[in-house]
Structures are given as C-alpha cells and as structure tokens.
C-alpha cells in the first residue's frame, strides 16, 4: 500500500521517491517548469536509474497507473515514457506480465549515490552474456506469443502420415514465405527439411558432391568448420580462376552476407560466378545466411532464382536455414535442389529419416504461415536502424571500418586477442576478424560486431566498453 502522500506544494520543481513493488525506493525528479515535456523527463530519469544500477535488469517498474498517481501526473505520461523506453530498448513487455528493465542490459551495481554513473561496466562475469557475434544473438524466439502460440496449436494438430523430406504444409509454408520475402518462385517438392545450414552441407556431402570443397577467402568460419572433414580450397569469387581448379567439386558461398562487413555480392559478380559455374561444372551451395538484410538494401536476386530464371545450366544448390532468427535452440532449415541432385538428395532424407520432430514442423508451417516471422524479421529491421542511431551518437571508435551490416574494428594481433578477452570477462561476446581467414596471407586481425544483434540501449553500453578498452590499449 502506498503511503499518504502529504499536499505538495506549488513549487516548480518537485523530487518523489519512485514506488517499487520490492519496496525499496528511488529518488526521480519532475521539473514542471522546464521546457522539456514531462515524458521527456521521466525517461531521461528512469534511463539514469537504470545506468546507475538503481534499477537492475530484469527487475519490474511500476505500474503506469501507479506510478501516474504518485507522481501527480497523466496515465498517458507515464505511458508514453515507457513506450519510449521500450522502443530504445531499455524496457521489456510482455503479455500478462509487468514492465520491466532489459533482463539484457549489462548490470551494475547499486551506488550510495544513484545520480553518479558508473565510469564503466564492472570487471566481473555478467548473469547474462551480450553476444555481439555474427551469427547469434537477437530476442528469444522461444518467449514471442506468437512463436509459442504456433507451438501450443501444433500440439492439438495430427501432422498426418510423416514425410521424411519435410511435411507438405511446412514444405508449402517455406515456399510461400521465400516468395514473399525473396521474391523466388519455388516448387515445394524442391524443399528438403534439414536442421540448420550444416545440416544441409552434410546431406549434400553424402549424396556424391566429390572433390574439394571451395570456400571463401575471407568467409565464414563456421562453415569451414562444418567442412572440416573435406579438402579445401581458397577461393576469391572477386578473381575467380581460369578454368577449373584441380579437383574442384562445389564452391561454398554466402552472397548476401559477404564476411566480414556484412555486404551484399553486386549482381555483375553473380552473373559472373554463375558463368564460371556453368563453363567448369563446379556446383554453387548458396548458404542464404542473413537474408534479412535485404530489408536495408535494393532486393538481389539469389543465385538459385537467377540460374533459374537465365536458363543457366550452372548447378544451384541453395541452402536455408531458420537458426539464425530463431536461434540455435530451434535448428531448422532446408535445402533447395532439383534434377538428378535433388533426386539423391531426396533419396538419402528417405532413408536417414525426417530431420526434425514433425510437431516442431507443423510449429514452423503455423509461425510462417501466421506472418510471425516476417514480423519478426520487421523488428530486426527497426533494431539495425536503432544501432545505426546509437553508432552516430558513441563517437569515433579506433580501427572500425562500417560498411555493411556488421561493424569491425581493425586492431594487431595482440591487441585483438586481448580486447576480446576484455571483452568476454564483462560479459561481451564478439567474434574474431582473422578467423576469416583460410590462407596464413595477408591475414587481417582484429574484432567483428553484429550491431544489430541486440537493442540500442545494450549496444551503447556495450560499444562504450570497447572504446574504453581500446583507449586503455593506446596508453
């Protein structure tokens, strides 16, 4: 229960304690007098609160209606600042549950005074990691209503006799979805379900694809990861090579995120990968990892659609996998492939089986089909504008070179390896620039961020930690 609140004076300037429900109580000043709207104020002050570790992640404020009372001012004032703070990132909601701060956020201590900021995150282990690596990261799917209301349906739902390539309506729900978000015109009986991306690789290894693997220099390290068993062979698809290399049998790309910045593979080099392609009988594996990002580039076609629609006799295989916006806990994907790879490819899902639990493919179809994940995608989206906001506000960083979706800060080899662990000791996870790298040559070091991965207000704090660290290392 609250307590009486004694008349106020008329003064212009007021200080109220800001009513928690664990009954512990904040200091937050509204200034009627001043220029600036009152929920201007109130989000400038529960920002501070939270900065100055008064309010710990994952802890409720109170609620609008409550704390409307106790401050003496609108319900609609103190909406709009949380509607502020969540758009920044600072707040979280969720159906039939409090308001609360970022469970995110890097925490910091409580202060005697809570009007003083911490100088920077704390030295020590975070209840929970920030992982700014390509590749992780993001909101938790599994907490979306809509992701969990598409898995609480698909257990009232008979998936009907299984298919070991993948249940007709997921099947049809990957077609349509690609249709609609990449504009490819896909036969659904060209779909082969898989559980992820390496997944896929390992069922195109098994069916035939022989000799060495091409894969990108600089590329992906977890793709050669993945392909740790075969033989491997640089290649730079800017300079492809006369003829074929010896002993070439397929060529791993990621054209719509070309590591490390994030960039997308320029139409005219397509063409000429394609031609190469159909000129040597090298088969193309498009790895269409990141294929959000078109959101915030002119569409590209993929090299599976523009084989198609040239009448190419270059081998496409495309690769598609869910994992990346629904996290690693969900590993779904597919494969796309016809003539006589697709049959092998389909022979050989027969007789492993189906690569995933039938209910979480009916799960998949009903999210797909609801329009969950282009919302979701939709959100991605408005977070990559709201780190590119944060990045003009944080001031010059040493080494970063910005030219796509992902940031990377060039550093020496030392300096990387320590920044790193910096990094990871305050909870911040960022991926390796050299790790691109197949060849021991010209081999450039330093650390990769996906900006995007998390809400603005994590991103700031997480790239003022770099700029500090970095600035230690200069003196």
């Given amino acids: 229960m609250l307590p009486v609140q004694p008349t106020r004076p008329p003064a212009l300037q007021s200080e109220t304690l800001l009513p928690r429900a664990d009954g512990i109580a904040l200091p937050i000043d509204i200034d009627r007098g001043a220029s600036t709207p009152l929920p201007d104020q109130l989000v400038a002050e529960i920002r501070r609160l939270i900065a100055a570790g008064a309010i710990r992640p994952g802890e409720p404020v109170p609620a609008s209606r409550r704390l409307a009372a106790y401050l003496e001012v609108s319900r609609g004032t103190v909406e709009t600042a949380y509607a502020q703070l969540v758009v920044e990132g600072f707040l979280i909601t969720a159906e039939r549950s409090a308001t609360r701060v970022n469970p995110e956020l890097p925490s910091t201590p409580r202060t005697r005074n809570p009007r003083m900021r911490p100088a920077q995150v704390p030295r020590r282990r975070l209840r929970s990691f920030v992982d700014l690596r390509p590749g992780f990261g993001g909101d938790n799917p599994l907490q979306e209503p809509a992701f969990r209301r598409a898995w609480r349906d698909s257990l009232d739902i008979d998936p009907g006799p299984i298919d070991p390539l993948g249940q007709p309506q997921t099947r049809w729900a990957i077609a349509d979805h690609l249709r609609l978000t990449r504009g490819m015109s896909v036969d659904p009986d060209d779909i082969i379900l898989t559980s992820g991306s390496r997944d896929g690789l390992r069922l195109l290894f098994t069916t035939g694809v022989e000799g060495a693997i091409g894969v990108e220099n600089p590329g992906f390290p977890g793709l050669r990861q993945a392909m740790s068993d075969r033989v491997l062979q640089a290649i730079d698809t800017t300079h492809l090579p006369d003829g074929t290399p010896d002993g070439l049998g397929a060529v791993v790309v990621t054209p719509n995120h070309q590591f490390p910045h994030g960039t997308t593979m320029p139409i005219d080099r397509r063409v000429r990968l394609l031609a190469w392609a159909q000129s040597t009988g090298v088969i193309i594996i498009e790895d269409d990892y990141d294929s959000e990002a078109r959101y915030t580039h002119t569409v590209v076609p ?55 639990s039938p209910v979480m493919q009916t799960a998949i179809a009903s999210y797909l089909s609801s329009g969950g994940l282009r919302r979701r995608i939709s959100r991605g989206r408005r977070r990559l504008r709201a780190a590119e906001a944060v990045l003009a506000q944080i001031g010059p960083i040493p080494g970063l070179v910005h030219e796509g979706r992902t940031l990377v800060i060039e550093t020496t080899a030392a300096t990387a390896a320590q920044l790193r662990s910096d990094l990871a000791e305050r909870g911040i996870l960022v991926a390796s620039l050299a790790a691109g790298w197949s060849a021991e040559t010209d081999v450039r070091h330093g650390i990769v961020i996906a900006h995007s991965n998390v809400e603005g207000a994590v991103l700031h704090q997480a790239l003022e930690t770099v700029q500090s660290l970095l600035d230690e290392a200069d003196q």
């Fill in 302 to 356: 993929t090299l599976y659609d523009l084989a198609e629609s040239t009448d190419a006799s270059a081998q496409v295989v495309h690769l598609g996998t869910f994992s990346t916006l629904l996290t690693s806990a969900v590993s779904t994907g597919y494969v796309i492939a016809h003539g006589d790879l697709g049959h092998r490819l389909s022979s050989m899902r027969t007789a492993l089986g189906p690569a995933f």
